[in-house]
């Protein structure tokens, strides 16, 4: 069983499959590794967040830190969480004694996971502009064998008549 408290979308109960990271599958595997994930997201899982009351504070903490980095620094995020969860008998116990090791951690773990989204749309972006990057060279490619006029090719491809003589020129060698 796995706790999930990540930003994304995800239902009350998933079940995950090693299978499903393979990159080449080949029909059913002869071993399968399962793992039921559980959202453990304020709001989510509500049965099992009241049978734990110290995982439904938890929820509640990780919720405040995330609405208040939305209002102001990290640092004064985690900072008004822990004094608010303190306040209203949240996580009280722990907080207290394990401020700094909380705040800290807290901290790491907010920046990591932000680090981590900065990352995947930096990926992504560039991805996408090799795609149109790949797709403008295609149409470039076609419309030359059909024999469109250069004017016509960089009028519809917004590229100009340079450009496509340089495109021209490099993919003659």
């Not at 029909?27 to 590794?33: A, I, K, Q, V, Y």
């Not at 401020?99 to 990926?123: G, Q």
Request: some cysteine.
């Amino acid at each position: 069983m796995v706790f999930y408290n990540g930003t994304d979308a995800v239902d009350d109960r998933v079940e995950l499959r090693l299978s499903n990271a393979y990159e080449h599958r080949a029909g059913e595997p002869d071993l399968e590794l399962k793992v039921l994930m559980l959202n453990v997201n304020e709001g989510h899982n509500k049965e099992l967040m009241e049978q734990c009351q110290t995982l439904k504070e938890y929820a509640i903490y990780v919720a405040r830190v995330r609405k208040y980095t939305s209002e102001m620094n990290l640092n004064d995020a985690v900072a008004r969480a822990i004094d608010e969860c303190i306040k209203e008998g949240i996580l009280v116990e722990f907080l207290r004694k394990n401020r700094s090791e909380v705040k800290m951690v807290s901290i790491l773990e907010y920046d990591k996971e932000w680090e981590e989204k900065k990352l995947r749309k930096a990926e992504y972006e560039a991805g996408k502009s090799d795609g149109i990057e790949i797709a403008e060279e295609r149409m470039i490619h076609n419309m030359i064998k059909l024999d469109f006029p250069i004017e016509k090719i960089a009028e519809v491809t917004g590229k100009s008549p340079l450009e496509i003589e340089q495109y021209l020129q490099s993919n003659r060698q």
